[in-house]
């Protein structure tokens, strides 16, 4: 009881430090419309529209959110003595500023963060920031009226903004024409000890590497050029000055025109050597500065040897997104080298061993999104990552991938994270088993039917393994495959159904089982290992000789493809028998449906040729095809006629044309075949939506065996041929003679499980 008590004075003592001390007296009121909150005894005050007159005292952070009615900032907006404990201000406008009158922050002597954003700024007084000798953050991001010209005399104003550090002039000069940003713009930087300048998304037409490097070179950490926009050249130093401080350099998506022509592209690449000035960078970001498609980069042969600067270890290296299609040259060896390296993007189909080899201090590496299974049939492919001892992340996805060597990460012990997602692999062919720490391996979205026992192996492995004291944990991803559940992947559905290994998204995994997207579970294997009874059932019935039982233990064994194929030529050939001995399972093989508006073209291209494709595989089938008008008796109903047609046929053959799709009829034939469970053929006369076609067919569209006419100068031509669309008639055909058959099989095993029971 005590203690609660004490528990509950302890809150109540909590609440009251936090808010009684701090609520507005009658004489700090917040401003009328503004919100006022406070921190450690601080205010925050947010106003809508317009710059408050006087604060709360104590106020260190003010905002204005879009002011309205009002042309220019002066020092009249900021006379009241409770402004000068204001620290950072910031103040926005997309309607009316269009101008910054001299000496209007020199009230605010406390000021170090600034941010101003008026969209339709003009002019900006050079003695705009005068007296702000605290500011160490200046941001004039979204001001595009402004220009370098206009800026650079504002802060050349002596004894002001001592204290800047960090710049920020996103989109700057936008509206304007190009100036140079040349040594005007940078000399008076110079006497300030600046290490954020961020130009993104600003215009310019010269850039003058030379002067940054020599006004700034010492003092700045981070460039961020990236989205800015040149459309002259950079003007590279002539005697290396290097920043020798630059944690990130960021240039990424910059549109310099001249980098993006052949010329450029050269140049800009024997520029990125020991002399490109920005080398000595932590985290050099160069995505998409060579992204023309016009022209993919191809590097052979070595790059230059300079001593301009010697081998370090950097953080990071971004080439994403540069059409570098091929990259067979090698690093100087001086050169430095990096541990993450993102080169994703790139269309990449070939990567030299040179390249890796120098990177031997590589942690990360984003490989996604380029060709690299062009690498497949070279072998050293094998080889290609083996000095990259230290590798812990490697992302190899969206790169085609079918085979990938045995032992490719043969040396990369340290491996956590392997993706390989969105490749076409069909297996785990290459060795995983001694990748002690891997934790994370993305096979999802490829051709995995399932896993062999080699692969199972592996990952029952992984996932017991322990490093030292601690064990790491393993998990698999492997959705968006084509799983099969069948006689054949029973060890695989198996070991999924009992297995500890962690299944990353385990409960959305689904098979194919019987042509059924099922979840996978222990019905699911139940029924797979029943497939296997049921597989040799039906080769029993159908071998007689000596040699089939031999084909029996081949059949289990090989594959579903093959499995598919046989089972395929059984059905048809079993149709074939049933119509040599003269007794046909329906009377008419198929039912033929199409619109009286295409008469024309059915006449023309199907029935014939259809009929007599069709009598050319079936002994003694006449009556092969069921016709409408043909064969309907005078005088009947014609519902009642079609009704009887279809369930006298084995499969249904709809002409799809948009005739087709808009008339009551035929969606009122595709609705008593549905209802028969019919097999059934699409062959589309024309191009139509799925979504168009009568409901029934759509929902099932992907079921269907589809075919489609294809029109070239007035030629029409099925594709798939004839031939094919025949087989998949008589295969749809055969197949439900089976399914009566193997209906009876599992009845009596049905029967048998009971008496067992
Ligand atoms: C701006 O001025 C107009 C008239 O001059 C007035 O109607 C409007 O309310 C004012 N808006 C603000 C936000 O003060
Ligand atoms: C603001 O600055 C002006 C000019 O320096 C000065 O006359 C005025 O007293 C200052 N206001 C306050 C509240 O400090
Ligand atoms: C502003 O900087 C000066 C030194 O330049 C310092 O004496 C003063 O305390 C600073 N004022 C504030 C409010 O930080
Ligand atoms: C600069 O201002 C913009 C717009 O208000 C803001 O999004 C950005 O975060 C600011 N940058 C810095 C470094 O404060
Ligand atoms: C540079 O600016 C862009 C756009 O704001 C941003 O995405 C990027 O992260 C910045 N780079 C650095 C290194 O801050
Ligand atoms: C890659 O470069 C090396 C060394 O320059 C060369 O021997 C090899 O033939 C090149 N490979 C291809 C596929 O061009
Ligand atoms: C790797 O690169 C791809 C393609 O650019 C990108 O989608 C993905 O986010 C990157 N991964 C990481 C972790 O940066
Ligand atoms: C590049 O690789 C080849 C072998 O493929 C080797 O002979 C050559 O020395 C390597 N060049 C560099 C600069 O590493």
Sequence with gaps: MDSILKAISLVVFMLGVSFLPHALTTFDACPFSCKCSSENVQYEVVCPTFIPQSLPSNTHFVQVENIRNKSTINQQDFNSASWASVKELSLSS????????????????????????????????????????????????????????????????????????????????????GESVDSTFFEPLAEKPLRFLDLTRAFF?????????????????????????????????????????????????????????????????????????????????????????????????ETRISANCERQIRKRLELSNNNFVWLNASFSPNFPTYQEVDISNNGVMYLGANITGHLSELVWVNLSGNKLSHMEQYPEFETLFQKNILLEWMDLSSNGLTN????????????????????????????????????????????????????????????????????????????????????????????????????????????????????????????????????????????????????????????????????????????????RVANPPNKYLLFL????????????????????????????????????????????????????????????????????????????????????RKPTVLMFREEVEPKKLPKVLHKHFNQFVRARWIQDDGVYSLKPDWDKVCDSILELAGKSLESESTHKIEQTERDCERSFA
């Design 205 to 301: 037409t010269v850039l003058d590497v030379e002067s940054f490097s020599n006004a700034l070179g010492d003092t700045i950490q981070v460039i961020n050029m990236s989205h800015s926009f040149s459309v002259g050249k950079v003007i590279m130093p002539s005697n290396h000055n290097l920043f020798p401080n630059l944690e990130i350099f960021d240039i990424s998506f910059t549109t310099i025109p001249w980098m993006k022509t052949s010329v450029g592209v050269n140049l800009a690449l024997s520029y990125f050597d020991c002399y490109f000035p920005f080398v000595l960078a932590n985290q050099l970001k160069l995505n998409a500065i060579l992204d023309s498609k016009e022209f993919q980069v191809r590097l052979n042969g």
């Design 94 to 177: 997309n309607t009316d500023i269009e101008e910054i009158e001299a000496n209007a922050f020199s009230n605010l002597t406390g000021l170090s963060h600034l941010h101003i954003h008026f969209t339709y700024l003009k002019n900006l007084s050079p003695s705009a920031f005068s007296d702000l000798q605290n500011l160490s953050l200046l941001n004039m991001s979204e001001n595009g009226g402004i220009s370098f010209t206009q800026l650079k005399e504002a802060l050349s104003i002596p004894n002001s903004l001592q204290n800047l550090q960090e710049l920020i002039l996103v989109g700057l000069n936008r509206d304007n024409y």
């Design 593 to 676: 449906s199409f619109c009286s508006k295409d008469d024309d073209f059915v006449s023309q291209y199907v029935i014939d040729e259809l009929r007599h494709r069709l009598q050319e595989r079936l002994p003694n089938g006449e009556n092969l095809v069921c016709i409408g008008d043909q064969e309907f008796e005078l005088g009947k109903f014609i519902i009642e006629e079609i009704i009887k047609c279809i369930e006298a046929s084995s499969v249904m053959i709809f002409v799809v044309s948009k005739a087709f799709c808009e008339s009551n009829y035929c969606e009122y034939e595709t609705i008593v075949a549905q209802l028969d």
């Design 404 to 579: 990938i060597p045995r032992n490719v990460f043969q040396n990369n012990n340290k491996l956590k994270t392997l993706i390989l997602a969105n490749n076409k692999l069909n297996g785990i062919f290459f060795e995983i088993k001694h990748l002690q720490h891997l934790e994370v391996l993305d096979v999802s979205k490829n051709l995995i039917a399932f896993f062999d026992n080699s692969a199972l192996s592996s990952f029952e492995i992984l996932s017991s393994s322990e490093v030292g004291e601690t064990s790491t944990f393993f998990s698999v991803q492997f959705t968006e495959n084509e799983l099969l559940c069948s006689c054949e992947t029973v060890d695989f559905v198996r070991w999924f159904v009992t297995t500890n290994v962690m299944i990353k998204n385990r409960d959305v995994y689904t098979c194919y089982l019987n042509k059924e997207v099922v979840l996978i579970d222990t019905n699911t294997l139940k029924e797979s290992k029943y497939q296997c009874e049921k597989t040799k059932i039906i080769i029993i019935s159908v071998c007689t000789s000596l040699a089939c039982i031999g084909l029996l233990g081949l059949t289990i064994g090989l594959g579903r493809y093959i499995y598919r194929r046989r089972r395929k030529i059984e059905r048809i050939r079993r149709l074939v028998n049933k119509y």
